[in-house]
Structure formats: structure tokens, C-alpha cells
């Protein structure tokens, strides 16, 4: 597989073990050292496993409720050894949650020759945003 | 300059740029292709660089009346020709705006020698997300 290949593949394995409650799975490909900006606070991100690691459990609940967790496009830029990738995905309720698709930045860097996560950025825009931009 | 030197002079150029409006130097760095995951709608993103230009102005408006855009943190990841960025900014006005800490996330690929800004990731927590991501 080519290193677009490779890391497309992994990002479909995250994404169905997102939905599927698989934490192994979800945390198999990512960096001790990965910072998240996440949908929720805290606003300076969520830094190190551990703590990504404490993030999933509830949105795995809440995916369980009936939620959907799939990706809607997926654009990857692979270099040799650094990568980025940008994704949009349905996660929502089935019951007309108007949150329609999630943003989703990746950042990877091949380590023993193996693609990894260092940085994931999720985020919904704010309906609301006032300062024009 | 290393690329992870030229890559903080760009992005530290871009905020101080966006800060003082100066529309040329913002775009100077930027794909035609740009994909950029703005803090307001479209959820599906901001495509291609005329679409970039045109949020701008406002956010400049904003700017101009007394906000402040300034780095907090900037963490860089520089391959031979793929790179990517995530950075912290102080994004308010002065009068106790609640937002803090804008998050950004930068996708760079270095295109006939000089490196180009492909993909930006803007945005602000959701105090109020719910499902418990």
C-alpha cells in the first residue's frame, strides 16, 4: 500500500472503532505524546494517552444511544515520514440533532516505519460566530 | 532556516498579518486549493482561495475594533515536504469576550521549493457539547 493508502486505512479502522465502542482499536495508531483539541473544553487541549484515552467512554455511550460516527469525505496528504489528513463525518443522534457534520484534522509522523498520531483537531463551527470571520 | 523555521516564520507573518489586516500577506502563503474548517459555517468548509479571501474583511472589521490575535503556542511538524502546525491564539476583544484560546490546525505541503499553506482548522471549544466526548 502506498503511504496515502496506509494512512486512509487507518483513519477508516479509527473511525469504525470510534462507532463500535473498540477502545483498543481507537487508541492502537496514536503517540503517547498526542495533543487533541477536542469538541469539548478544555481550551488549551487534551494532552498525552492517558488523558485522550478518558475522553472516549462517554462519547461511547453516546454513540451506543443510536448516534453515527461516518465519514462524509476524507482528503490525506502524505509525505514520506509527516502527514495530514481532513475529514468530515455524520455524528449525530437519529432523532434530528442539528450538529450535521463534524470537521476532523489529523497529523501523523511515521515512526519505526509505522504511520502515528500526534494531533487531532475536532471541532463543530459555531452557528452563532459574531466577529465576522 | 530549517523547514520547521520557515514554517514558524510563515505562520508567526500569517498572525501578525490577519491581526493587521494586511489581506496581501495573509493569502501570499496559500493554495489556490486551500480547504479551510472555519469557526463559522459552511460545515462542509471554505474551498479554494477566492472562498478564503472573501471571509476575511469582516474578520478584519472585528480586529480593528480593539481584538487581539496572538499566538500562545505553536507546535511544528516539518517532513521534506509535508508539514502540519497546531498552534493556540489569543482571539478576543477586550471587553471580557469569553473565548479564550482559539484553536488552529495548519496542513502545509512545500511546492516548488516553498512551503504552502493547504488546509487551516479554526475553532473555539463548545462549552455546551453534551455527549460527552
Not at 503511504?3 to 495508531?29: C, P, S, Y
Not at 489528513?85 to 519505526?112: E, M, N, Q, S, Y
Not at 475536532?122 to 460566530?129: E, I, K, L
Request: glycine share 6%; charged share 20%.
Amino acid at each position: 500500500m502506498t503511504d496515502e493508502q496506509q494512512i486512509r486505512t487507518l483513519i477508516e479502522n479509527w473511525v469504525a472503532a470510534v462507532h463500535a465502542g473498540d477502545l483498543d482499536t481507537v487508541l492502537a495508531d496514536h503517540s503517547p505524546d498526542i495533543v487533541m483539541f477536542d469538541v469539548p473544553p478544555p481550551y488549551d487541549g487534551v494532552r498525552g494517552l492517558a488523558a485522550y484515552t478518558e475522553t472516549w467512554p462517554g462519547f461511547f455511550k453516546w454513540q451506543q444511544s443510536g448516534a453515527s460516527f461516518e465519514l462524509e469525505s476524507l482528503d490525506v496528504t502524505a509525505g514520506s515520514d509527516v502527514a495530514f489528513a481532513f475529514a468530515l463525518l455524520h455524528c449525530r443522534t437519529t432523532d434530528g440533532d442539528p450538529r450535521v457534520l463534524l470537521r476532523l484534522t489529523i497529523g501523523l509522523r511515521k515512526l519505526a516505519d509505522r504511520w502515528t498520531v500526534t494531533h487531532e483537531h475536532h471541532s463543530f463551527p459555531h452557528d452563532d460566530a459574531s466577529n465576522g470571520s
